[in-house]
């Protein structure tokens, strides 16, 4: 199956720095999508950004499909953005689809 | 749009007793869902695929009599835990989507955090 790496797995900043998430997948994919893991474990869909350039607010997201990674950036972080960071990845195709998940990124941010 | 409900939000079982958990799409047919469990700091793991109407599709590993899952209709599918044990103890989270499954984004549940004790 596709292979998900995320990096750094584990990350402190101040409040106001800016950050940026990588993900590695092994294969092409049909969608990819990051999420945020709050502390009560629901998992927040940040961007379905299976190639290009999205925005929202101070958080960005780009995928280069053809060298297969995302990055998520984030900008002036706040203490609630601290959680875990999720890359997934869709591969496969008809009855083979599946949504792979990296490790995470666990972000800290302290004020 | 695109609301997924999963119930309970947690439960305490004893051990030997099973627990059904259920995923319902709100606001769109789901003609796929997927389950995934947790362990404590670690990622979401691939349990099962499910179609609407048609058997599960267990990853490697996971015992599909022990975790019998049912997606009888486009608006639910359930996870029973049969016969539990404490080593099942896990935060059980569902995802489903529609038919543009590939295309579309993947919807989550809340999760259902299990202790059995």
């Known amino acids: 199956g596709i292979q998900v790496e995320q990096s750094p797995p584990d990350l402190i900043l101040q409040e106001g720095a800016n950050s940026t998430l990588r993900c590695n997948f092994s294969?092409?994919?049909?969608?990819l999508q990051w999420f945020h893991q709050n502390p009560w474990g629901q998992l927040i869909n940040l961007f379905y950004?299976?190639?290009g350039t999205k925005q929202n607010g101070r958080l960005s997201a780009t995928t280069v499909a053809t060298e297969r990674y995302s990055l998520l950036y984030i900008s002036s972080s706040q203490t609630t953005d601290s959680g875990v960071y999720f890359c997934a990845v869709l591969g496969g195709g008809g009855s083979n689809y599946k949504l792979t998940f990296g490790k995470g990124t666990l972000l800290t941010v302290n004020p | 749009g695109a609301v997924v409900s999963q119930h309970p939000s947690w439960v305490i079982c004893k051990s030997g007793t099973s627990v059904k958990i259920e995923c319902r799409s709100l606001?769109?047919?789901?003609?796929?869902m997927f389950w995934y469990r947790q362990f404590p700091k670690q990622s979401l793991m691939l349990m099962a695929t499910?179609?609407?109407?048609?058997?599960?599709?267990?990853e490697q590993g996971v015992e599909k009599d022990k975790f019998l899952i049912n997606h009888a209709s486009l608006t639910l599918s359930t996870l029973t835990v049969t016969s539990a044990h404490p080593e099942d103890s896990s935060f059980y989270i569902c995802?489903?989507?529609?038919?543009?499954?590939?295309?579309?984004?993947?919807?989550f549940g809340n999760g259902t955090r299990l202790t059995v004790t």
């Open positions: 606001d769109f047919q789901a003609t796929t």
């Open positions: 950004i299976p190639s």
């Open positions: 499910s179609n609407e109407g048609s058997k599960a599709t267990y």
């Open positions: 294969d092409s994919v049909n969608n």
């Open positions: 995802s489903a989507t529609g038919p543009n499954l590939g295309y579309s984004p993947l919807h």
